[in-house]
Structures are given as C-alpha cells and as structure tokens.
C-alpha cells in the first residue's frame, strides 16, 4: 500500500540554524501538507501546497518557514533560522485531489537545542 | 468548520466492540464528519468519512444520526493496536478550508 515517507526521523540542530525536512508524497496525489505538533499539543496545520505554489497557510507559517517540491517526487520544508519554540514533530500529509481524504507520513522530530 | 466534542477518554476491552461517540451539533449540511487516529507520537492514521449516510471499510464503522449533529465511530472488535487518540474532524470540502483542524481528541486504551 503507497504510504507517505519522511526524513529524517529527528532532527537536532541549533538556534539560527537553517533545516530541512523532508518529505515523499503518495506518488499520484496532487495536494501536499504540513502540520506540526509540540509535545503534549495538537497537530496544527501549517501550509498546504497545490500545482507549485502555495495553497493555504497558517499563522504560524511565516517567513520563516517555506515549501518547495523541488523534483517530481520530493516535498520540503525549509526553517529558515530555527528558534527553540520550533522544536516538535513535523508531519507530510498529502491527498489526492482537494477535497479527498489526507494520508500522513511518520513525521521528523525536529529538536532545536 | 463546526467544532465537535467528544469524551476525553474511554476504555474498552480487547475483542468487544469499542463506540466511539462525538457531537458536532453546529455542522453544516456541507461538512462531512471525518475521523483520524494517532497511536502514540506516529502521524494521524485517516479512519473513516462520511456526510449524512453510515459508512464502513475494513477498519471500522461510521454512524451519523439522521439530524447530523452526532456520530459514532466503531471498531467491531477492538485488539491492543487500536490504543490510540481519536480525532472527530468536521470538514467542509468543495470549496472550503483544506486545512484538518484536530481538537485534543479521545484516548481510546484497550485493555487485555
């Protein structure tokens, strides 16, 4: 069964570091996501992605953060200057088109010591 | 989207049937009734969705009543791996946000 992959598992980098997260969708699926939850909080939607731009975001998406799918098969998420409250597990989703259901990946444990 | 409620926990015994119940009272005629598990810290795992009509597949069951402003979800024989948080999302799709907004859920634990 098509799953959604993520990498890497965790993630521990420093404050004002630049990180990558990775992430491959289910190969047919047009939409793509990211969420984040903090320990012990909810899973919070972050952006979505359609046809190589930018969807919908959250507050919390801010210039900081951005999406790239930068080949037929990858989809990333870029911090740019990694802050401690942004320690948390990222996760992929993606779905077939906008209104199917969304299939998560694993998630990256992202610790910003 | 509407906002749902459910109970913060419940338990159920391995092998018995676990109904999972949650209200969404405000919901829309648009908004479909979505549900998602999280067993531990693993990504939300996506169960279920229905509109008005009861729905099933291999992993479980989806009862909406017929005014719409609850439903349950059932699992008919419930193992050890089904210990997880359930999430009852309520969303609007053709057109609405494509965003899932989880609430804190409700931890299922089932016990031997």
């Known amino acids: 069964e098509p799953e959604v992959t993520q990498t890497p598992s965790h993630q521990v980098t420093q404050m004002g570091q630049e990180v990558i997260l990775r992430c491959v969708p289910i190969s047919n699926h047009l939409y793509f996501y990211w969420y984040r939850q903090i320990l012990g909080q909810k899973v919070e939607f972050l952006v979505s992605f359609y046809n190589n731009e930018i969807s919908e975001k959250s507050e919390i998406f801010d210039d900081q953060f951005s999406v790239e799918r930068p080949d037929g098969s990858n989809f990333t998420l870029k911090i740019r200057s990694t802050k401690l409250e942004d320690s948390a597990m990222y996760f992929c989703?993606?779905?077939?088109?906008?209104?199917?259901?969304?299939?998560f990946g694993p998630g990256t444990r992202l610790t910003v010591t | 989207d509407a906002k749902t409620t459910q109970p913060t926990s419940m338990d159920c015994a391995e092998g018995r049937a676990a109904n999972l119940p949650c209200n969404h009272s405000?919901?829309?005629?648009?908004?479909?009734v979505y549900w998602y598990r999280q067993i531990h810290s693993q990504g939300p795992q996506y169960i279920i969705h229905?509109?008005?009509n009861n729905e099933t597949n291999e992993m479980a069951s989806l009862i909406i009543t017929e005014d719409r402003k609850s439903s349950t979800l059932i699992l008919p024989h419930a193992t050890l791996r089904d210990t997880a948080v359930y999430y009852c999302i309520v969303r609007v799709t053709q057109g609405g946000s494509e965003k899932l907004v989880f609430g804190k859920g409700m931890k299922l634990t089932v016990n031997p």
């Open positions: 989703a993606s779905s077939l088109d906008r209104d199917y259901e969304q299939y």
């Open positions: 229905g509109l008005k």
């Open positions: 405000t919901i829309s005629g648009n908004e479909y």
